[in-house]
């Protein structure tokens, strides 16, 4: 039990802490303008493909 209180201890100490805290924030921004871009784009590509089916009958 001394040993765990020794590594939270070091760990609280340390900059790696804070430091994996922001790239997990800025991988869940990336990741949120990814699928946001996605969902966009999807959308356009299925109004384009109405369009053309509509033009076609």
Same mark, same amino acid.
């Given at each position: 039990? %001394?040993?765990? /209180? %020794? %590594?939270?201890? #070091?760990?609280?100490?340390? *900059? ?6 922001e790239y997990a924030v800025m991988l869940a921004l =990336?990741?949120i303008v990814c699928l946001t /871009?996605? #969902? &966009? =784009?999807?959308? +356009?590509?299925? &109004? %384009?493909?109405? *369009?053309?089916? +509509? &033009?076609?009958?």
């Amino acid at each position: 039990m %001394k040993g765990l /209180a %020794k %590594k939270v201890q #070091r760990f609280l100490v340390s *900059e790696d802490g804070p430091t994996a805290v922001e790239y997990a924030v800025m991988l869940a921004l =990336i990741v949120i303008v990814c699928l946001t /871009a996605v #969902r &966009a =784009i999807g959308t +356009n590509a299925s &109004a %384009k493909f109405q *369009e053309a089916a +509509n &033009a076609l009958t």
